[in-house]
């Protein structure tokens, strides 16, 4: 009995819990979504299990996905409740995780594009600063260079630190 509770608790655990490649489809579908309603409609269907207990990086893409939504919907009450909705889930995220790149890269990039009059703005310096410092360490090619790109177009970055990441981008 105690071998089948533990069994269905590994199953339940693992459920939650994503692979490389299912990562990298989730930053794939992140990417496309800024533009592209079905992609945000994917993502969500994707991570519509995702909760507090799931992965870190799942709950974070979760709240980038919830914020998304938010940009489609037509009601002024549903954009600002999707809206917080993600806030939550994504800081929650950090919270699990600040030293996760990936998610701090996720919330900077939604804080350099919302209107300011939203007040979601208040961690773009450190989230850039954590980026920067944290670039040579990542593994993921493809992650490095989305951060990379994104860091040098953001318009956050002065010319010292763009020329400090276009020299890591060779490597």
């Known amino acids: 009995m105690k ?3 533990v069994l269905i608790l590994m199953m339940v655990s693992n459920f939650f819990t994503m692979s490389d490649v299912e990562v990298a ?3 794939k579908l992140y990417y496309e979504a800024a533009e592209n309603k079905a992609a945000v409609k994917k993502l969500s269907a994707l991570l519509a299990k995702v909760n507090d207990n799931s992965d870190a990086i799942l709950i974070g893409y979760r709240g980038a996905t919830e914020m998304m939504e938010a940009k489609y919907a ?3 009450v549903t954009k600002l409740s999707r809206f917080n909705k993600g806030k939550n889930y994504l800081e929650k995220a950090i919270k699990k995780e600040p030293k996760q790149a990936e998610l701090r890269f996720i919330r900077f990039s939604i804080q350099t594009n919302l209107p ?3 007040g ?5 310096k450190i ?3 954590v980026l920067i410092n944290s670039i040579v360490k990542i593994d993921d090619k493809q992650l490095k260079n989305n951060i990379i790109e994104y860091l040098i ?4 970055c002065n010319q010292e630190e763009i020329k400090k990441i276009k020299n890591w981008q060779k490597t």
């Not at 979601?120 to 773009?124: M, S, V």
């Open 120 to 124: 979601y703005n208040d961690h773009i």
């Open 116 to 118: 300011s009059f939203l």
């Open 127 to 129: 989230d850039k600063d």
């Open 25 to 27: 489809t989730l930053r």
């Open 74 to 76: 037509f009601n002024p």
């Open 153 to 156: 177009i953001s318009k956050q």
């Open 3 to 5: 071998f089948l509770a």
